[in-house]
């Protein structure tokens, strides 16, 4: 049984069948539409969620599954004290395949450990979200044909941006991938990536604070919003919030094919003035997030489709 911890829990090969089939999903969703009927996914949300949960559920129900579940803490019985290994072995009886969000790090493992169900992490804390991953790098491979040879800035709040550190993790096995990492100085990546993912692995970054003196030189921009509910205390998270703000002004500083990309929610660091720009591409990117959810639960359920 496998489950989905980190988006290193896939190789690369691995990572290019699944996006095959997402894409082949996207093609042809008639022919998947019933290949999960009979099946359950549940999703355990401690923590709140649109599109991720949400996400989730329209990836089993197009599949023609179900899907039951808690979307936040206060009403599942952990607010009764029970344990994420109690819950999920509860869960295992019930449902086919379990996608789990919560505030503490590590909690969809210690639940993986315990469950007799593939487990997915749909974002742990300020630590991973290997599904955004794996929907930044669908998007990516679907609109530029490529995963590789590209410069990537990466904005905003990198320091507890889980986003930021999967999809970190997982650009790095490319090659010729160049990272320039735009934040405030309070907001820089932390050491257990910068040291252990980018400089283990010899990887090319480097980091600026403003966001014109990446700009020109980029092939993706990956903007973040900055996580309110990590800050220890509101004043510190006013000063930052709105540090960036990606308008009309400065995407002429931007090539013309320059992809920008947003795990969404959007706060104020992406004025809506910028939506109807061709590069603008998150409202397509949260599309993608469907289509290789759907390809992740057919592979973790081990579903074939011929
Ligand atoms: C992200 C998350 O939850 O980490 N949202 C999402 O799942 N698309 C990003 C964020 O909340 O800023």
Redesign the pocket.
């Known amino acids: 049984m496998r489950h989905l911890m980190s988006p290193l829990d896939f190789s690369v090969e691995e990572l290019s069948k699944l996006f095959d089939l997402a894409n082949e999903i996207e093609a042809n969703p008639e022919k998947f539409s019933h290949v999960c009927a009979g099946k359950k996914l549940a999703t355990l949300f401690y923590e709140p ?1 649109t ?2 949960r949400l996400s989730f559920e329209a990836a089993m129900l197009n599949l023609g599954g179900s899907v039951l579940g808690f979307s936040s803490a206060d009403s599942s019985s952990a607010a009764k004290g029970e344990s994420v290994s109690d819950t999920i072995r509860i869960i295992s009886g019930y449902a086919d395949i379990a996608a789990i969000r919560h505030p503490k790090e590590g909690a969809p493992l210690v639940a993986s450990l315990k469950s007799g169900i593939p487990v997915i992490n749909a ?1 742990d804390g300020g630590h991973q ?1 290997p599904t ?1 991953t794996l929907t930044d790098l669908l998007t990516i491979r679907s609109l530029k044909g490529r995963l590789d040879n590209m410069t990537i800035g990466i904005c905003g709040d990198l320091k507890f ?3 930021v550190h999967s999809l970190i993790n997982a650009l790095v096995r490319y090659p010729g991938i160049r990272f320039i990492l735009i934040s405030p100085e309070e907001l820089r990546l932390p050491d257990y990536i910068r040291e252990d993912v980018l400089r283990r692995n010899n990887q090319e970054f480097r980091e600026e604070v403003r966001l014109e003196d990446a700009l020109p030189e980029l092939d993706l921009l990956y903007m ?2 900055v ?1 309110k509910e990590r800050f220890f205390n509101e004043e510190d998270y006013v000063r930052m919030k709105d540090f960036y703000i990606l308008d009309r002004e400065k995407m002429k500083l931007a090539p013309p094919d320059m992809l920008v990309l947003h ?3 959007r706060v104020n660091e992406i004025s809506v003035e910028v939506d109807d720009d061709p590069r603008a591409v998150y409202f397509k990117q949260a599309k993608y997030g469907v289509y290789v959810r759907m390809a992740l639960i057919l592979t973790l359920l081990e579903v074939k489709v011929c």
């Open positions: 969620s599109r991720t974002g979200h955004q941006g889980r986003t973040t919003r996580q795990p969404l929610p």
